[in-house]
C-alpha cells in the first residue's frame, strides 16, 4: 500500500503488513515516518486530509476497506480512534460515551447505560466518574479525558483500536492506567498502537513494526525486534542511537 | 544590571521612563474611549428626557391625527415590527444557510474566496443602493408594489450578508478537532454540524443575526421607496399593503411636517431608540447565558 500527500510531505511507500487479531501491535519510529498515516488510513480517517493518492488495498475480513464502495461510516464505528490530545466533545460525560451509538439509532436506555458502564470499566474510568456522569465531560483532568476517549471509543464496541501517541501529553501515573487497561483490551480487541517512546513500544509490544522515512523496515514479534533486531536502521534506533 | 533576586533588570532611569510612557500611553486611551462614550451617552440621555414626556399608552395605541400632530404612532410601531419579522423570516434561513455552506461544506478555491470578498462587499453598500435596488427589482419588475413583501425582502438583501459573514465566524471559531472526533465515531458529516458544531456557534450566530436584524429596523432608505407610506393612519392587513415605519415616520416628521411638536418627535425617537437597544440586549444577555454555560 502506498499513500501520498498532495504537498508530499508525509507519504507511505509499498507497506505490506498483517496485523494480528486480539493483540497489540506496534507501530514504532521517528517522527514523520508514516505511522499516523497508516493509522490514519485503517480507519479512513484520511479522506479528510488532503491525500491525493492512495494505492493498494487493507483488507479487513476479506473486505477492501479502501474500496469507494466501502460504507465508511460503518467502518468508522468497527475501528475506533484515540488521539494523541485528549478531545472531550463539548457534552457531558455520558454523552460523550452515548455519542456514537445514538447517532447509529440505539435509543434504549438501558442498553446505553450498560455500554456508559461497561465501556467506563474498560477504560479503568468508572471509579472516578460514575456519580458525576452528568458533569461537562471537559472538568475531567487531561489524564481522565483521554480515558474518556478510549472509553468513547470502546462504547462503541469496535473490533480494532487505534491509538496515536495517545498518552503522550500524560504523566506517568495516567499513562500507567491507560497501559494496564491496553493490557486487558487486547484480550477481546485488536490494538494498533503508535507509542509515544521506544520505552511504551517495548513495553506494550506483542508485535512491532519499525518505520522509517514512509518504509516499513522491519516486522517482528515485539520481543525479538527489541532485543535481537535483524536490520541495523532498527537497532541504532532502538539503542537509541538516532531519533 | 542583576537585582538581589539575580534576574537581569533594565537600568533605574529606564525603568522610570518606561513607567511615564506607560502612564501616559494609558492616560490617552481612557481620554479616547471617554470622547467615544460621552458623546453617545449624552444623545441618548438627551433623547430619552426630552421624549419620555411624550411616551403614553395612547402615543404606543393609537393612529396619528391632526396631519400627524396628534394622536399617537401605533401604525409605524406596527409596520416597523412587521419589517422586522419579515425580514428575519427570509434573512435567518438564507444567511444561516449560505454560513453553513461556507464555512463546512465548500472547499476553499478561488471561487468560494471570490464569495466571501463579495459577502463582505456587499455588507459595506449603502443602504440607500439596497432601497433603489428594491424598488427596482420587487417594487417594479416583480410587481410587488410598495408593500410590506417588497420592504422585507430589501431589508433582508440589505442584512443577509451581515448574518452570514459573522455567522461563518462563529462557526470557523468551533475547533476543527470537534469535527475530526465526531467523524471519528462514525457520525455523518451533517450530523456532526448539528449536534456539535452548531450548539458551539449558536451564539455567536443569534449575536450576528439580532445585531443584522437591529440595523434593518433602523433603517431608512432601504424602506424609502418600497414600502413606506408618508402617512397612513390604520394598519395594515396583508403583505402586499403598504405600512408606515419608525424610521421613516421619524424623518417625515422632523423635516417634511411644519409645525410639528418637538414632543412627538422625540417621542417617535424614544420608541425607536428602545426597540434598537432592546435587540441589543437581548444579544447581550444571549451571549453572556452561552458564555457561562460553555462547557470546553
Known amino acids: 500500500m502506498s499513500v501520498a500527500y498532495s504537498d ?48 493498494g488495498h487493507v483488507w479487513l475480513d476479506d473486505v477492501d476497506i479502501l474500496s469507494p464502495k466501502v460504507d465508511v461510516i460503518e467502518l468508522r464505528r468497527r475501528v475506533g480512534m484515540v488521539f494523541a490530545r485528549p478531545v472531550v466533545l463539548p457534552l457531558t460525560i455520558r454523552e460523550n460515551l452515548t455519542y456514537g451509538l445514538e447517532l447509529s439509532g440505539e435509543q434504549n ?3 446505553l447505560d450498560d455500554a456508559v458502564e461497561r465501556s467506563l470499566h474498560n477504560a479503568a474510568l468508572w471509579e472516578e466518574v460514575h456519580d458525576r456522569l452528568d458533569e461537562p465531560a471537559s472538568s475531567l483532568s487531561g489524564g481522565q479525558q483521554q480515558r474518556l476517549c478510549l472509553a468513547r471509543s470502546l462504547a462503541l464496541e469496535p473490533d480494532i483500536i ?78 537509541g542511537r538516532f531519533g | 544590571m542583576i537585582n538581589s533576586e539575580g534576574i537581569h533588570t533594565a537600568p533605574r532611569g529606564g525603568a522610570l521612563r518606561r513607567k511615564r510612557i506607560q502612564r501616559f500611553g494609558f492616560l490617552g486611551m481612557t481620554l479616547a474611549t471617554a470622547l467615544t462614550v460621552t458623546p453617545i451617552l449624552l444623545i441618548v440621555a438627551h433623547i430619552y428626557s426630552t421624549g419620555m414626556p411624550a411616551i403614553s399608552l395612547p402615543f404606543l395605541t393609537e393612529i396619528p391625527r391632526d396631519g400627524m400632530r396628534a394622536g399617537g ?24 444557510g449560505a454560513a453553513i455552506y461556507l464555512s463546512e461544506y465548500a472547499s476553499d478555491n478561488r471561487w468560494t474566496r471570490a464569495i466571501r470578498v463579495a459577502i463582505i462587499n456587499l455588507a459595506g453598500i449603502p443602504s440607500v443602493v439596497y432601497g433603489l435596488f428594491g424598488l427596482g427589482l420587487f417594487v417594479l419588475f416583480l410587481g410587488f408594489g410598495t408593500s410590506l413583501l417588497a420592504g422585507s425582502l430589501t431589508l433582508a438583501i440589505m442584512t443577509i450578508p451581515v448574518i452570514i459573514s459573522t455567522a461563518e465566524e462563529a462557526l470557523r471559531a468551533v475547533p ?36 443584522g436584524l437591529e440595523r434593518a429596523a433602523g433603517e431608512t432608505a432601504p424602506i424609502l421607496f418600497t414600502v413606506a407610506a408618508f402617512f397612513l393612519p390604520r394598519l395594515p392587513t396583508s403583505i402586499f399593503d403598504a405600512s408606515m415605519a419608525l424610521p421613516y415616520h421619524l424623518f417625515v416628521i422632523s423635516t417634511q411636517v411644519p409645525g410639528m411638536p418637538i414632543k412627538i418627535q422625540y417621542g417617535t425617537a424614544v420608541v425607536l431608540l428602545t426597540f434598537v437597544l432592546g435587540m441589543n440586549i437581548i444579544a447581550t444577555v ?3 447565558r452561552a458564555r457561562a454555560r460553555r462547557r470546553w
Open chain 2, 73 to 96: 404612532i401605533l401604525p409605524a410601531i406596527v409596520g416597523t415590527f412587521w419589517l422586522t419579522l419579515g425580514t428575519a423570516l427570509v434573512a435567518v434561513p438564507l444567511g444561516v
Open chain 1, 162 to 239: 487505534l491509538l496515536d501517541e495517545p498518552t503522550s501529553g500524560l504523566d506517568p501515573i495516567s499513562t500507567g492506567k491507560v497501559e494496564t487497561s491496553l493490557s486487558h483490551l487486547k484480550q477481546d480487541y485488536t490494538i494498533v498502537l503508535v507509542p509515544h517512546s521506544i520505552q511504551q513500544a517495548a513495553r506494550t509490544a506483542d508485535f512491532a513494526a519499525f518505520f522509517l522515512g514512509g518504509e516499513l523496515i522491519e516486522y517482528a514479534v515485539g520481543r525479538q525486534i527489541f532485543t535481537n533486531p535483524r536490520d541495523q536502521r532498527t537497532e541504532d534506533y532502538v539503542e
Open chain 2, 176 to 211: 476543527n478537532s470537534f469535527r475530526v472526533v465526531s467523524i471519528s465515531l462514525g457520525a455523518t458529516q451533517w450530523q456532526t454540524i448539528r449536534r456539535i458544531v452548531l450548539p458551539q456557534a449558536l451564539p455567536g450566530i443569534l449575536t450576528g443575526i439580532i445585531l
Open chain 1, 8 to 55: 508530499g510531505t508525509e507519504s507511505l511507500r509499498d507497506i505490506n503488513l498483517s496485523i494480528p487479531e486480539k493483540a497489540t501491535t506496534v507501530l514504532f519510529g521517528p517522527a514523520g515516518g508514516g505511522k499516523s498515516t497508516l493509522l490514519r488510513t485503517l480507519n479512513r480517517l484520511n479522506d479528510l486530509a488532503d491525500v491525493v493518492d492512495c494505492q
Open chain 2, 286 to 288: 444571549i451571549r453572556s
Open chain 1, 109 to 111: 436506555r438501558s442498553r
